[in-house]
């Protein structure tokens, strides 16, 4: 019992890792059918943004409390601003060309990582967190340690604050219709290029927390951390149908418990496997999805 | 109506070719300052595109004049806020989103307050099922809140692409009652495959053909000749009707 | 050019003579492609030196290895351009096939104890079916889903090859290629002349299928696809099936280029089945130009002889001189290679294929008066109609 809680718990961290990347995936794909290859990139400039504030280069920043929380914001938001800038720079001036503009992502996507590990090395460098969150807590019998609670608790409250954006807001109102009919967006007279930026911004910071949470969950942060996360976030993404944001929650449960319990009673590592044969029976079953919208 | 009157809206040799293909060749049309200008034509002759064209939803070349005004090198956005509502020809109306909410995502700051009063007394069953996802609506109300969201801002002109494709009969007289009155306001740029609506609602009639202007005069005179109905339109008594005009026959209100 | 009318006109008259001189060139330059591959064939037996292009002369070893890679990339970039360029289905787990190639030969021949030749044949067979297999599911899906599943099933290959299941990939280490299964005249320094000819000779084959199967009836149906999808199927065509042939074509030629790459390097390494391997083949095919003829090839022997000075310069004498804003990034391969793609993404669209003629359109228009715009109507058509 105490293994399947603990794997259970594990399982629901991953998964937070994963919406919080799929997340803005799916949000940017949906509305402007841009597969950003560069996300996992995004990720790892929230990882080191954290981790450079953390370990004391940025004033009143540190690796306890109030400091910690602070660090993680300064690593969010060079995140979100990475992202603003990638779109400003990068993608719009593609407009209306997709390919191009995926293209464009994985230039960046190679670009950045390379540019990480030339600068603080190649290797994986130990993550800086409050003893608070490091330690374990008892449920029915097992130690489950404090930082999946704290990813899957962050997970739902970027979860919850994306919904209340999308169903709340006039801003949120214009990227729900966005991913449904683009054009008809911008002849009711809004441009629709503003809710563009603001999709990157959101799907940047949730990206970069997931990079500063990442490290807590990993216990150290590499240059690679962001790329092979964005695989598995891909893989949501495909099965909880693109755009939206509750079937990529599902779907990052899903994924992230399947690969826990696969990985502990098969194999090592055949957890990865099961998910992809998971997305394969999927598609077999339902080509459009968990929520059926179409690819 | 007299010729002299400026129009509102004056489109001159629009071009639009996609993918390489050329889908407008040229096409001249003008929107009078009051009333219905109706744009016909057989399918496949460059309607929806000549209007995609004016709001610049496709590449397009030559000239498009609002008001006296160019607006051939505005982006859809902003043209639309200089006061066009659109409603296209598959209605464009957002199915996740409720019924309020399509309504509110037409709201224009800057336009004045929102003529919801106007829309909900035209359209009451719009109040009515104002929280329900417009995907769950029948076509016919489907359309009225694509009619209603163009008449939500005090716009100077409207484009109706179709209204009343593959609605009841009842609710394609209920849409011709709001358009008549609509009209009475704002100019109304019409495309309709329904004659019995064209000969209702239209003063001015502007016929396409194979991406080109092959008419445009008063509305009653095209109507009344037999002749260039079979020839521009491709209906009337004698013989039958080319492939290409299926939809286009008369009576049904 | 309305106003351009009178026969004198200078203009005029430039153009008439440029197109002359094109006629005349066009004439010579369609025998290239032979000249080329005679100039390869002669390669071998060539002491001439390359400095800067190549260490050596262009006989030795180490140049031939280094030219048998380029072509085995050319060859590999044509190939899944197939993909890209051809039926524009892009394609992020090309790399699985590849891997296919040269993992299941390798293991053939250790596990089984087959001779080379058979074990290829099995490896081609597998890699084939392998492609068919998952070209199936994930053609179920379109467009970007389309690319995200393929990348999923490489990323599963890769973990897979990763984890060493049963001893039978080598892990991380890889494996290297028993020597006493391989013909002798496949083994040695001394013999490096005939994996080169091995190489080119992938690479003819896999022009030759490609230009075959694009000329094909189903060619054209895949360039159908490649611009309208739809329209396809309004011909009562389904695209599924033409897809998925694609799919399997280029799988297999991957998965042969694998089995040539495997006897270059002499063993099966697991940076073949990485996402990264497909993305360095999709930079290759961008760079040189997709759905070109030549592009594909040109990007991949570009690429390949890059990536190998490349690794020199950024451990060169001359970038460690560098201060540190310019040094720290040119030490890594990847930042370049990534920076470069994007560069090409924006100010080549085309490739480098494409060059010849974008300098030709310049210098003209500036000629001419006109402008980059208007004498290129052909790069503007790729703007969708919502």
């Known amino acids: 019992m105490s293994t399947v809680v603990l794997l259970a718990l594990t399982g629901l961290g991953l998964g937070a890792l994963y919406f919080l990347v799929a997340s803005g995936l799916s949000l940017i794909f949906g509305l402007m059918d841009v597969l950003n290859f560069a996300h996992g990139a995004l990720l790892s400039i929230g990882a080191y943004g954290t981790w450079w504030a953390a370990s004391g280069h940025l004033p009143a920043a540190g690796s306890g409390g109030f400091g910690f929380v602070l660090a993680v914001a300064f690593g969010t938001a060079t995140g979100a601003l990475a992202a603003v800038l990638l779109e400003l720079a990068l993608i719009r001036p593609l407009y209306a060309r997709p390919r191009e503009q995926v293209l464009a992502t994985v230039g960046v996507g190679l670009a950045v990582p390379a540019l990480l590990s030339a600068i603080w090395g190649a290797d994986a460098r130990p993550f800086p967190g409050p003893r608070a969150l490091s330690g374990t807590f008892g449920l029915l019998g097992a130690q489950i340690p404090v930082n999946r609670l704290v990813l899957t608790g962050a997970a739902v409250v970027v979860l919850a604050a994306l919904k209340l954006f999308l169903g709340g807001t006039r801003h949120g109102l214009v990227v729900r219709a966005g991913v449904e009919d683009r054009a008809m967006v911008t002849a009711l007279g809004i441009d629709v290029r503003r809710a563009f930026t603001l999709v990157f911004a959101i799907g940047g910071a949730a990206a970069a927390l997931a990079g500063a949470l990442g490290g807590l969950y990993f216990g150290s942060v590499d240059p690679g951390q962001g790329t092979s996360l964005l695989i598995f976030a891909f893989v949501v993404v495909v099965m909880g149908g693109m755009g939206s944001i509750t079937g990529a929650a599902l779907a990052s449960v899903a994924v992230g418990l399947v690969q826990q319990f696969a990985n502990y009673y098969t194999t090592a590592g055949l957890g990865d496997l099961a998910v992809v044969v998971l997305l394969a029976a999927l598609l077999l079953a339902r080509p459009r999805g968990l929520t059926g919208r179409l690819a | 109506m007299n010729g002299s009157e400026t129009p509102l809206l004056t489109v001159r040799e629009l071009r639009v070719v996609i993918g390489g293909r050329h889908i407008l060749h040229g096409v001249d049309l003008d929107v009078a300052a009051a009333g219905v200008t109706a744009l016909l034509g057989r399918n496949g002759a460059g309607k929806t595109t000549t209007v995609r064209g004016i709001l610049g939803l496709v590449p397009r070349t030559g000239s498009v004049l609002l008001d006296g005004e160019q607006t051939i090198r505005l982006a859809t956005h902003t043209l639309v806020r200089r006061g066009i509502g659109y409603a296209p020809e598959d209605r464009g109306v957002f199915a996740g989103l409720t019924v309020a909410e399509n309504l509110r995502l037409a709201e224009r700051r800057g336009a004045g307050e929102p003529a919801y009063g106007l829309v909900h007394e035209l359209f009451p069953e719009l109040r009515q099922r104002a929280r329900q996802p417009a995907g769950t609506l029948s076509g016919g109300q489907q359309q009225m809140v694509a009619i209603g969201r163009t008449l939500l801002n005090g716009n100077r002109l409207i484009i109706a692409d179709e209204p009343t494709k593959g609605l009841a009969p009842k609710v394609v007289t209920e849409v011709a009652q709001v358009l008549e009155r609509a009209a009475q306001a704002v100019p109304v740029l019409l495309v309709e495959q329904n004659l019995a609506m064209v000969r209702r609602l239209a003063e001015h009639c502007v016929v396409l053909a194979d991406g080109r202007t092959s008419y445009r005069g008063p509305a009653a005179q095209l109507l009344a000749d037999a002749d260039a109905m079979r020839r521009l339109l491709g209906v009337g008594r004698h013989g039958a009707a080319p492939a290409g005009a299926v939809r286009t026959e008369e009576g049904g209100v | ?386």
């Open chain 3, 1 to 386: 050019m309305t106003t351009t009318t009178q026969p004198k006109d200078p203009v005029r008259e430039h153009c008439d003579t440029a197109a002359g001189h094109g006629r005349r060139g066009r004439h010579l330059i369609r025998w290239w492609p032979a000249g080329l591959l005679l100039a390869l064939l002669a390669a071998p037996y060539s002491a001439l030196p390359l400095p800067g292009l190549l260490d050596g002369p262009i006989g030795s070893p180490g140049s031939l290895q280094l030219l048998a890679l380029c072509l085995v990339f050319g060859g590999l970039a044509t190939g899944y351009d197939l993909l890209l360029g051809r039926t524009g289905l892009l394609s992020f787990g090309h790399a699985l096939y590849f891997a296919a190639g040269g993992y299941a030969t390798n293991t053939i021949m250790l596990e089984a104890g087959l001779p080379f030749v058979t074990s290829a044949l099995l490896a081609l067979l597998f890699g084939t079916a392998l492609a068919a297999l998952l070209g199936a599911v994930g053609l179920r899906v379109s467009g970007i889903g389309f690319s995200m599943v393929t990348l999923a099933f490489a990323q599963a290959g890769s973990i897979l090859v990763a984890r060493d299941p049963g001893g039978l990939t080598g892990g991380e280490e890889g494996r290297a290629v028993p020597a006493n299964r391989l013909p002798a005249s496949l083994v040695g320094i001394e013999h490096t002349v005939n994996l080169y000819w091995i190489a080119l000779a992938y690479l003819v084959v896999t022009l030759a299928a490609v230009h075959c199967a694009v000329r094909s009836p189903t060619g054209r149906v895949w360039e159908g696809i490649k611009e309208n999808e739809r329209r396809v199927e309004v011909l009562g065509l389904r695209p599924y099936g033409f897809k998925l042939v694609a799919f399997t074509l280029s799988g297999a030629l991957a998965a042969l280029g694998g089995i040539v790459y495997l006897l270059l390097t002499g063993g099966a390494t697991p940076q073949t089945t990485t996402s990264n391997f497909t993305l360095s083949l999709l930079v290759m095919v961008v760079l040189g130009g997709s759905g070109s003829r030549w592009g594909p090839l040109v990007g991949g022997v570009l690429y390949t002889w890059a990536d190998h000075r490349l690794g020199d310069l950024a451990g060169s004498g001359a970038v460690a001189g560098l201060p540190a804003v310019l040094r720290v990034p040119l030490s890594q391969p990847l930042f370049l290679l990534g920076t470069v793609f994007v560069a090409v993404v924006y100010l080549l669209p085309g490739g480098v294929v494409r060059l010849p003629e974008r300098v030709r359109v310049t210098w003209s228009s500036r000629a001419t008066g006109r402008t980059m715009t208007e004498a290129e109507p052909a790069e503007r058509k790729e703007i969708p109609a919502s």
